[in-house]
């Protein structure tokens, strides 16, 4: 009776022993464990800096350049008439001072 107890007993410490190396990370000697945080964190800033980088070459072909001589052109067309246009509405209401009655014998005042 007593071996079975002592088998059993056994049996429950190895049972115990599996599991929690299991959990465990495994050792080997001479390998050096190379995760770390600061290797992560590195590899994490250095795809955010390729991510910039992309960003910024594809902004460029976004960017407004010279721009071609014809949109130039007809911009600086439609400026000139839009001036025209101004100085003749301004021309339209210029005051001028009210005719004098006395001077063009409107009224029959002889």
Not at 57 to 73: D, I, V, Y
Not at 83 to 99: N, V
Request: net charge positive; aromatic share 6%.
């Amino acid at each position: 009776m007593m071996s079975i107890k002592a088998l059993f007993l056994l049996v429950a410490v190895l049972l115990a022993a599996v599991s929690v190396q299991s959990f465990a990370p495994a050792f080997i000697p001479g390998k050096i464990s190379t995760t770390s945080s600061t290797s992560l964190d590195a590899c994490r800033i250095s795809a955010k800096k390729e991510k910039r980088k992309r960003n910024r070459e594809n902004m460029r072909g976004f960017q407004k350049r010279g721009g071609s001589r014809r949109k130039t052109l007809k911009r600086q067309l439609s400026n000139d008439q839009r001036q025209i246009e101004d100085e003749f509405i301004a021309k339209c209401f210029i005051t001028i001072p009210p005719p004098d009655p006395k001077a063009d014998g409107m009224f029959g005042d002889n």
